[in-house]
């Protein structure tokens, strides 16, 4: 039967990199786009170049070759290092450099701040390539687990709960030694206090060991501390399961479902609206636009500082939550009672007015505050239907309305109007999340401390985009918008780094100096 003959190894032939690399391989895009960049001024560090020491290798490669490695699954840097060796595509892309983990692990971590910039850059771009409508933004949260154990998060109650464990155990072990001294003197009592002694030395070593745990949370003012990543916080992912975590924000245009604006928090999305919706307003450089976000995301402050900056907000509603629901019919509830803007007045399903002295109240939460007002009606007390409406032992009925009601309600009519667009809402992000997670599975992070994080997250969404751009417009269409474009680079970005004074007047001076140019 014929076979296939391979080559013959030993055979010499004449080929260069650029023999091996399609025309239309994606590496070409990543090598175009970062030669492209001025990284100076998307405040990447650069070494400094010692006279007795080797030469450094530049920002511009250490940045392919992240592009290409997380383009491809690939995060580790001593992966990475490996692909520079014994891939033909790294090779082509590195010019045949082939720099150590050590260096490619440091890019990463001294860079956060300049990766988030070279992600708000490349929406830039996605702008200027006119993929971007700018009309209709999705926002969501994905979690990512933390380089930390539950095991070492701590909270009150688990500081507590081993507090009460040692006491346990030391008093037990303390009644055990009392019986052991009692009785005769033997090797086998001798050795059984020895153990016994052990023991509570140990316990003495946790109870330390908490102490120094206890006092770490009274001064961080925080409700948990993690010991091995300080900024990762134990989030709800689902149901009743807590994990050590990051969450990640993300706004998506409707157009063609590319990532606008991201970051990462460390806790969970009821406060996260109005920072994200404000990245993307910043990013797209528009003034008015939607945002679509489910109802994990309701809170009438954060809506209320949305629409102050423009922002048509269509947040989907909790449910009913009613400090009256006890005794409660579901004609009585708070929804059903009717407020009237002019009079500062509601009116109950009976008909009756209730009225408030004006007086502002302080609803204190864990993560946040508002004011609200009370409003009461005397009529309560002959009502007839008063054992359907509260079950409260003064027997009268209260409703509190927010400081910020006014802007719950405008979101609430639109969400009820435009309920059809809000449906579109899971097609537009959910996917994104579930392709970097899933099938990319960057479900996790390497790296510690919330700044790195970020820079992390920034890079992945800024692969997402590469990836999704090259899907949509393909590689020959998509190289002439490049070609095309002219980067616009945000003066602010100069000063993302920490920098001292004569710093920031030479990046100055140099910025002024290339727009003048």
């Not at 009237?340 to 007045?345: I, L, Q, Y």
């Not at 508002?370 to 032992?393: D, E, M």
């Not at 997670?437 to 970020?454: E, I, P, Q």
Request: with cysteine.
């Amino acid at each position: 039967m014929p076979v296939i003959t391979p080559k013959n190894r030993t055979q010499i032939e004449f080929k260069s990199l650029e023999d091996f690399i399609e025309k239309d391989n994606p590496i070409r895009f990543i090598d175009a786009f970062v030669d492209k960049l001025e990284l100076n001024k998307l405040s990447f560090i650069s070494k400094t170049i010692k006279v007795e020491g080797r030469p450094c290798f530049t920002n511009q490669l250490f940045l392919k070759i992240y592009f290409y490695g997380y383009l491809n699954g690939i995060r580790s840097s001593r992966k990475l290092a490996k692909e520079c060796m014994r891939n033909i595509e790294m090779q082509w892309l590195c010019s045949g450099l082939t720099p150590n983990y050590h260096s490619i692990a440091d890019f990463r971590k001294v860079n956060p701040t300049a990766l988030r910039n070279t992600f708000k850059l490349f929406v830039g771009f996605l702008k200027d390539a006119d993929l971007i409508g700018s009309q209709t933004i999705a926002i969501d949260g994905t979690k990512s687990r933390a380089h930390n154990s539950k095991k070492n998060n701590y909270n009150q109650k688990k500081i507590d709960r081993h507090f009460a464990y040692i006491e346990e155990k030391t008093n037990q072990y303390l009644k055990e030694l009392d019986e052991a001294d009692q009785q005769e003197q033997s090797a086998n009592s001798a050795e059984k206090i020895k153990n016994i002694e052990e023991k509570l030395e140990k316990l003495k070593t946790q109870k330390i060991k908490y102490n120094t745990l206890q006092e770490q949370l009274n001064q961080s003012n925080e409700p948990q501390i993690s010991t091995t990543d300080s900024d990762a916080r134990a989030l709800l992912i689902h149901g009743q399961v807590v994990e050590v975590s990051y969450n990640t924000q993300a706004a998506v245009d409707d157009k063609h479902k590319l990532v606008v604006a991201t970051h990462t928090i460390n806790r969970n999305d009821r406060n996260a609206l109005s920072n994200i919706a404000l990245e993307a307003q910043h990013n797209l450089n528009k003034k008015e636009f939607t945002i679509l976000a489910d109802k994990g995301y309701n809170n009438a402050k954060e809506i209320q500082t949305c629409q102050e900056q423009g922002i048509t907000t269509i947040v989907a509603q909790q449910e009913i939550v009613n400090s009256n629901d006890k005794g409660t019919t579901k004609e009585f509830l708070a929804t059903n009672f009717i407020y009237h803007k002019e009079t500062d007045t509601y009116t109950c399903p009976q008909g009756e007015t209730l009225t408030t002295t004006g007086t502002y109240h302080t609803k204190n939460r864990s993560s946040s505050s508002h004011q609200f007002k009370k409003y009461r009606t005397s009529a309560c007390k002959t009502c007839s239907a008063l054992s359907l409406c509260t079950a409260k032992a003064d027997g009268r009925r209260e409703i509190e309305r927010s400081e910020f009601a006014d802007a719950l309600e405008r979101n609430n009519k639109i969400y009820k109007e435009l309920y059809p667009l809000y449906r579109k809402r899971q097609e537009i992000n959910e996917h994104i999340f579930g392709t970097i997670k899933r099938v990319w599975g960057y479900y996790y992070t390497n790296l510690k401390g919330l700044k790195k994080v970020n820079g992390e997250w920034s890079l992945i969404m800024t692969v997402y985009n590469m990836k999704r751009t090259l899907n949509i417009l393909g590689f020959d269409a998509l190289m002439k918008k490049l070609d095309a474009w002219k980067p616009e680079y945000k003066k602010e970005w100069l000063f993302s780094q920490k920098t001292n004074k004569k710093q920031a007047l030479i990046r100055t001076l140099f910025f002024e100096y290339k727009m003048t140019a």
